[in-house]
């Protein structure tokens, strides 16, 4: 392994724009780079992820920046890259450099190729283990450390407009220039700028606030309205970041939270404060000047987070604006802060939190003074109530009414508006998720656990007390009956006390047990099964013809032990359900997941008949491709066109469901589909309820001859949704926090979820889980098994809070709630399954009074993906047969196994095959997997439990302090910890700390450059045959219901905006509209996802 090179000494700032891909939520790799190139002196503008190759160009350009770094992981990485050489060719900026990776996605050939057409750099696996992290940064940086020149063509004060970004973003650099050292010809064009910009009544808006209070958003949120209200306007923005002093790098991460600014209208330029000693950049002042003789129609400006004595940028701009949040202490602190004397408007945002409206009344009291407005009541001060995080806050539209109504009082400036004034001055609806008084509940749900454990030590030490009197009883009874008649009576006594102290269901334990034992010891075990009796044999037979139990049981004799074996563990199907929540395992199915993704819906079904050729159960587990994971439909456009049918199957309309899903009676006993989709998850589940519902009228048709009447459908339509069996993945908060497949706003998307599952209670849809809270993605993200069963069963509590909060009974939901998780090579992996079972079995009971079926936790495990390495491929089969050993010993309720090749490519028939064998082998061969509960008994997995346990409540404990999950998620606290604890695990890998056989340790002898591995490697892409059907196949279903798809997508509007059900709407919708049609309506009632850095 490469020893840590020295950080490479910059002679010149570099400006990097940095990214992941369009379609692309795998940000872990991409913020890892970032942060070393930050530390290393690097002036980063980050966009986060799902980013278009016209987004980064466009950023590329107005940054005025050296390079593009991009991380390319979902395929299309050919069309992605080259895409963005010609675009920046196109637009003038051939010196802009590209520099990219995709871990082993991208293998050398397609390197060599991109490289030969213009791509400075594609990092591999390879170069990641000869150079290091730090060694392909400092190569990087290496590349583009050199000074800026005037070498634009026809640059100069007069070519400066809107329409041309390159100079405007080329004038603000050699602005930078002039503060770095004297030349006469920069000092000539600095003040010639300053003449035009003096002639240009331009409006600047300041605005500034605290580190947090949300700055951005509100920008964002304010230009957004300005691009509405005036469709002929243009904006200019400068927004700063501080630089770090000892590096001198800068994370400038405003473009990151805004949307509005992706719009030819809009010019944002970020800077670092470098040298400067307060929140503004050195070049401010002429970064206004540079906008302003550009002719923009508005100038914002947005500095660094400022403490309570800074308001320099009330100098520099015409109007100012100061944003706040309540949490500024005690009302005596408000004197303190500078810019209450110097703003013209106060925005006191995140207006949902506690304490808002004292905050707000505290705040106009306090702008009264300072102005001396004392023949003006409080209540007409200039300030504002705002939740920028809400999409269509009346209160942003109130504090927009104010900015234009001051510019016009100051500046005299006549912008009409043409949006309705509420006339209020803050948010009319605070739209609470999660209600104030129950932000505790995960340390609530760590208090119930806790006390559970202790009842647990109490009831055992109080067994095992009156066992051991009745012992010595019975050993000096006999002896103390003509002595000692007070030492009998103290040891009955003792015993009656200690035996009064056990609880009754303490006591029902125990008497239970020996009939426990009794039933567990014959030959077979019956147990009812809504309401049909199933009888089980006990024990299997050996080669050598020795009993192999299915369960085994301790042998104790001491009642203490019971109870508390009892209390902590008990047999699978009881309460706590850490063994198992069914009794035994189905002997007519494997937990097999049938997994398939790729191409176009006919090559997929066709996958799925494969897979499932030799299984009366048909489990059916569904991949899409990114283009739909993020709701959009194909198109021509190169980097979407790249991604079309790649990594996954392409599904934009309810006729590719149909093909989907072809031959496959979706409504039969053994046929279950999980979709792993999220963001657009309420659209694709609708069209798949949909997709089930016309294969019943199509088989009612052949067999009758005829339609169903109205009334028959509507049975039919019932029996579809009480019958149907699968599970829809849509978890957003795991989205927000690892995944990144989010597309709407947090709000919106909680409550389509919330939609969903209403409807399931009004149709009765009992077999189908409505959300698969998923871990599997966060410990992809980076994070380790005990922050993503933490974040996991935090996610599962706050959607039962939500659910609770909307008026639902705990057990008319619980039970279509599963669980997704991750399976790695770490200990604690071994018992991720039993934790969780045990604290939500507790839980339910406990704290939320759930029956029995609700305290049932059921989950899916898949090997781990990170796991996966490009590198000595065939090694990974074995990693992943450790993995589902794991998930089988603990009684998962299904299993996917990845293929070993999914590392470089979609898996080839050939290792699918393989994958599902491991599975195979050891449910059939495995002789201990004959056994259903290896690991009671086990010292070391107790041991682990235990621990594992005690640290997801800490981390509960931790999030509680935070305000619980949405809380947490505001301040990006899950997704800092899962970045961190990424860097960990890279970073021990490319020293070596962490070994892994065939990637930095037992290396292979006969391996060059890695190039011989790739080459073993079947590479699966979609064909150009399949993306020209789908594109075909979507725009034959656009012509088929051109007329009726705009009043269709009227009513889905209609419905989302006066509080209708959206996912019943959206069982109409799908049948009419495509995927891409629907997200984008969506969109504009509900809001787009705002990144987060």
């Known amino acids: 392994m490469p020893q840590n090179p020295q950080t490479y000494t910059l002679r010149n700032p570099v400006r990097i724009v940095t990214a992941a891909s369009l379609f692309d939520g795998h940000d872990a790799s991409i913020n890892i780079m970032r942060r070393i190139m930050q530390a290393s002196g690097g002036e980063v503008i980050h966009l986060g ?51 990219g990776g995709g871990g082993g996605v991208i293998v050398p050939e397609e390197i060599k190729e991109l490289e030969a057409y213009g791509v400075s750099k594609i990092y591999s696996p390879d170069h990641g283990r000869k150079m290091g992290l730090q060694g392909m940064i400092n190569h990087l940086l290496k590349s583009i450390d050199k000074p800026v020149k005037e070498d634009i063509p026809g640059l100069s004060v007069d070519s400066l407009s809107p329409d041309r970004k390159l100079h405007v973003a080329r004038t603000i ?78 994370l400038l991460g405003d473009r990151i939270r805004m949307n509005a600014i992706n719009n030819p209208r809009v010019y944002l330029r970020s800077l670092a404060t470098r040298q400067s000693q307060n929140e503004l950049s050195e070049v401010l002042r002429e970064g ?107 209160g942003v539209t109130a504090l927009y009414h104010g900015i234009l109504d001051t510019a016009r009082r100051k500046l005299g400036v006549e912008w009409k508006t043409r949006m309705p004034r509420s006339g209020y001055k803050v948010s009319s609806s605070k739209s609470i998720i999660i209600p104030a008084e129950r932000t505790r509940y995960l340390s609530e749900i760590g208090e119930n656990v806790r006390a559970y454990h202790r009842e647990t030590e109490e009831q055992s030490d109080l067994a095992r007390k009156a066992w051991a009197l009745k012992e010595a009883l019975k050993q000096v009874e006999q002896a103390l009956a003509e002595t000692g008649q007070s030492a009998l009576d103290l040891l009955k006594k003792e015993i009656a006390k200690a035996e009064q102290g056990l609880s009754p269901e303490s006591v029902k334990l125990l008497e239970d047990w020996p009939r426990l034992v009794e039933r567990y010891s014959a030959e077979e075990f019956a147990y009812l099964v809504r309401g049909k009796e199933v009888k089980v044999p006990l024990n299997t037979v ?198 990144n497949t989010c597309i709407f706003s947090i709000e919106f998307a909680l409550r389509m979820m919330g939609d969903i599952q209403q ?60 669980f997704f998780f991750s399976n790695g090579m770490d200990a604690e992996y071994t018992v991720i399954g039993r934790v969780a079972r045990r604290i939500w079995a507790i839980a339910m009971k406990k704290k939320y009074g759930g029956a029995e079926r609700s305290q049932m936790l059921k989950y899916h495990i898949q090997t ?57 082998i050891i449910n059939r061969e495995w002789g201990l997997a004959k056994n259903e509960n290896p690991y009671q008994g086990s010292f070391i997995v107790e041991e682990l439990t235990k621990l594992v346990e005690e640290a997801v409540l800490e981390e509960f404990d931790r999030l509680t302090e935070r305000g619980g999950v949405l809380g947490a998620m505001e301040t990006g606290y899950q997704r800092s910890k899962i970045q961190e604890e990424s860097l960990v695990y890279e970073a021990r890998k490319h020293t070596g700390e962490l070994p892994i056989i065939g990637v930095n340790t037992f290396l292979s002898p006969h391996a060059t450059e890695g190039e011989e591995e790739f080459c073993l490697v079947e590479l699966t892409r979609a064909t150009e045959e399949e993306k020209q059907n789908q594109l075909k196949r979507l725009h034959e279903f656009h012509s088929m219901h051109a007329e009726e798809t705009p009043p269709a997508l009227e009513r889905l509007k209609e419905t989302a905006l006066t509080g209708g059900n959206i996912f019943e709407e959206l069982m109409k919708t799908t049948r009419i509209c495509s995927l891409g049609q629907i997200t984008k309506a969506l969109y504009e009632v509900g809001g787009q996802y705002r990144r987060a850095m």
Not at 62 to 89: T, W
Not at 351 to 370: C, I, P
Not at 762 to 773: L, T
């Open 288 to 394: 206004i000047w540079v906008l302003k003789a550009a002719g923009y129609d508005l100038v914002i400006v947005e500095t660094a987070g400022i403490g309570q004595g800074d308001a320099a940028v009330a100098e520099l701009v015409d109007i100012a604006l100061y944003v706040m949040t309540s949490e500024f202490g005690a009302a005596s602190q408000l004197e303190k802060i500078d810019m209450l004397d110097f703003a013209d408007l106060v925005a006191i945002n995140k207006f949902e939190r506690k304490g808002s409206e004292d905050a707000l009344r505290d705040v106009r009291k306090q702008y009264q003074r300072n102005h001396e407005l004392w023949d003006q009541s409080p209540d007409t001060m200039p300030v504002y109530g705002t939740i920028a995080a809400k999409f269509n806050d009346d």
């Open 173 to 250: 650099t050699l602005m930078e220039q002039t503060l770095m050292g004297e030349d006469g010809h920069l000092t000539a064009l600095r003040n010639r700028l300053r003449e035009k910009a003096e002639q240009a009544a331009v409006p600047v808006l300041g605005i500034t606030g605290t580190g947090g209070s949300g700055k951005s958003s509100l920008t964002d949120e304010l230009v957004l309205r300005f691009l509405y209200d005036f469709p002929d306007k243009t904006v200019g923005i400068l927004a700063v970041d501080p630089t770090r002093r000892k590096s001198g790098g800068a």
């Open 864 to 920: 781990s993906g990170r796991s996966l390495h490009s590198l000595e491929v065939n090694f990974n089969d074995i990693r992943t047969t450790l993995q589902a050993l794991c998930a089988i010993y603990d009684n998962c309720n299904s299993l996917h196994t990845n293929a070993y090749d999914e590392a470089i490519t979609t898996p080839s028939e050939e290792s699918v095959r393989r994958a599902l064998a491991i599975q195979l």
């Open 49 to 99: 992820h799902n980013r278009s190759v016209d987004d980064i160009v466009t950023a590329a350009i107005d940054e005025d920046a050296g390079a593009v770094a991009a991380s390319c992981y979902q395929g299309g990485h050919i069309e992605f890259f080259k895409y963005m050489r010609d675009l920046l060719n196109e637009r003038g900026a051939k010196h802009i450099q590209i520099f």
């Open 542 to 739: 050996s080669l050598a013809g020795k009993k192999i139990p299915k369960v085994s049981l301790p042998k104790f004799s001491d009642p203490g032990e019971i109870i508390r074996w009892l209390r902590e563990e008990n047999v699978p199907g009881k309460f706590p359900f850490t063994a198992g929540v069914f009794p035994f395992k189905r002997v007519d199915e494997d937990p097999t997941r049938m997994f398939a993704g790729e191409g176009d819906p006919v090559r997929t079904n066709r996958r799925f008949k494969y897979l499932s050729r030799n299984s009366e159960a048909k489990r059916l587990s569904t991949a899409f491709d990114s283009v739909t994971l993020y709701g959009q439909d194909p198109d021509t456009r190169p980097d979407i066109y790249g991604k079309v049918g790649n990594s996954g199957v392409s599904v934009c309309t309810l006729d590719d469901v149909r093909v989907l899903y072809g031959g496959f009676d979706l409504c039969a006993p053994n046929t279950s589909v999980s979709m792993t989709i999220n963001g657009p998850a309420p659209i694709m589940l609708a069209m798949f309820f949909n997709a089930a519902l016309d294969q019943q009228v199509a088989a009612f048709q052949s067999e009758q001859g005829r339609t169903p009447t109205p009334e028959e459908l509507e049975k039919m339509k019932a029996s579809v949704l009480q019958n149907i069996r699968g599970t829809v993945q849509a978890d957003v908060l795991k989205e927000d926090q690892g995944q």
């Open 759 to 818: 409807y399931f209670i009004d149709h009765n849809v009992r077999n189908y889980y409505s959300v698969s809270i998923s871990g599997y993605h966060i410990a992809e993200a980076g994070a380790n098994p005990i922050t993503q069963l933490a974040f996991t069963m935090a996610n599962g509590f706050t959607y039962v809070e939500y659910y609770l909060s909307r008026g639902m009974h705990i057990d008319s939901f619980a039970p279509n709630l599963s």
